[in-house]
Structure formats: structure tokens, C-alpha cells
């Protein structure tokens, strides 16, 4: 428990992508890294047979892990959600889906699937004179809608939170592990997923400054961007990874 609730750690190599933590879980006995993960992960070092990992992709499990034990021949697997940062204050994008998508998963109610289409663009704005020609912000719409929209969001918090971070089935994300991307002297920090949800879900649901909502440390907002595409008015979240190395 003690390695789990440690902080950042510094890694002499750096990291560039996914690939590289697969390289060093995959020559585990001689990185000291992966040694590290694995002992965060509870696991013996010196019980370890063979470990595998390969990458998955349109999962919240970014990397999967197989640890074969000596004695037993047992395979246990892991699943790692990766965070790469280049900054302390960068944000990473860890759910966006089209409204639509939210609702089947959800089941949110008919009166706030337009309230949602509103917020991110699919449907245009319905007032007078929107700060943003293309959607409307959530301080925008009526004070009773504005009070729906929080109340279901808090009513629902736990169950949106798990989706967006962790993810539902085999492949949901067990552990996440957030590294710098850096070439060298890299800052790494592996922490359960349940730890995370605690972490960036907890809080009130507010209306943000600008307009958006804050689910604890989670922004939800719309997608924007892609170059004035059809996408850019998909419902986004995000969070700050590298607020886990504090």
C-alpha cells in the first residue's frame, strides 16, 4: 500500500508513446521501471515467470499486461489506461461520444437530450444573442434548466464518472499510469483505477467560469475544433493527468 500511495517517481529513460511502456513491461528483468509497476501492481518479483504486454486500441485499457506466475502457471492480467503529458497543466481528453451515444448509456431523460445538443452545437442556440454563434454555454440556458442539468449530473455522478475513466467489461482500466512524455528523466506515477475515480471524481457539479461544467476535477464541454467539422459538436471530457504526481 505504501508503493501504491507513493508519489511521482523519476525514470532515467523517457517515454515518447505507448510503445515504450510496452517495451520495458516486455523486458521486465532487466528495467527497473517495469520491476517497479509490477511491485505497485502486488506482485513478487521473484515469483514472476513470464510477463507479456501488448497494446489495445478503442478501449479504456490502453495497455494490457499477462503476468504468469512460477509455481502456479497462472496468468493474471492487467489492465494499464496510459496518460501521456508533455506539461503539468496540460489536459488530456478521456471520453467523447455524440450526444446520442450518452443517452442509450445513460438513459438520460428526453427533457435534457436537447439541453445537451444545445450545449454542444447540434442544435443551434435558441436564444437572441448566444456568446457563440454555433452552441450555447450551460449559463445560458434558463435558471430552472440549468438546475435540471446539475441535478442529473450529481444524481448520476458515480455512474459517469466510472464510463468516462474506467469504462465498463473485460477491457475495463484497472490501473492508470501517467508519464511525462520526455526523452529523458521522465516523471512517471502508477495508481489504482478506483483511487482515480475518488480522485478526479469527487466534488461538486458546478457551471465552470467559461461556461462548461466541472465534475469534481473532470471538465465536461464540447468537443470544438476539427476544423469547423460535423465532430467538433461531440460532448467531451477531460482532466489534467499530471494533477496525479502532486
Not at 507513493?6 to 532487466?30: C, H, P, R, V, Y
Not at 504468469?68 to 489506461?81: A, G, P, Y
Not at 450526444?99 to 450545449?119: E, G, Q, R
Request: with cysteine; glycine share 6%.
Amino acid at each position: 500500500m505504501d508503493l501504491i500511495l507513493k508519489g511521482s517517481q523519476t525514470a532515467k529513460d523517457g517515454f515518447k508513446n505507448e510503445d515504450d511502456i510496452i517495451l520495458k513491461f516486455n523486458n521486465w528483468k532487466k528495467d527497473s521501471e517495469a520491476k517497479e509497476w509490477l511491485r505497485i501492481m502486488n506482485y513478487n518479483i521473484n515469483e514472476i515467470e513470464y510477463v507479456y504486454a501488448e497494446k489495445l486500441n478503442g478501449e479504456k485499457t490502453d495497455v494490457q499486461v499477462q503476468v504468469t506466475i512460477k509455481l502456479t502457471r497462472l496468468i493474471d492480467v492487467e489492465n494499464l489506461q496510459v496518460k501521456l503529458v508533455s506539461n503539468t497543466k496540460g489536459y488530456n481528453q478521456i471520453d467523447k461520444r455524440w450526444v446520442d451515444k450518452y443517452v442509450a448509456l445513460w438513459n438520460i431523460p428526453k427533457d435534457l437530450i436537447t439541453t445537451f445538443k444545445l450545449f454542444t452545437g447540434e442544435v443551434k442556440p435558441i436564444i437572441k444573442y448566444p456568446r457563440d454563434k454555433r452552441r450555447m454555454f450551460v449559463d445560458e440556458f434558463e435558471i430552472e434548466e440549468q438546475k435540471r442539468l446539475l441535478k442529473w449530473l450529481k444524481q448520476n455522478q458515480s455512474l459517469i464518472v466510472s464510463d468516462i475513466l474506467k469504462g465498463r467489461g473485460k477491457f475495463a482500466a484497472e490501473w492508470m499510469l501517467v508519464v511525462q512524455k520526455v526523452n529523458y528523466n521522465s516523471m512517471w506515477t502508477l495508481k489504482p483505477i478506483n483511487y482515480c475515480l475518488n480522485f478526479f471524481g469527487n466534488g461538486e457539479v458546478i457551471i465552470s467560469p467559461k461556461g462548461s461544467i466541472k465534475i469534481g476535477k473532470i471538465t465536461m464541454q464540447r468537443k470544438g475544433g476539427d476544423g469547423g467539422r460535423n465532430t467538433a459538436n461531440m460532448l467531451q471530457f477531460k482532466i489534467n493527468p499530471a494533477l496525479l504526481f502532486d
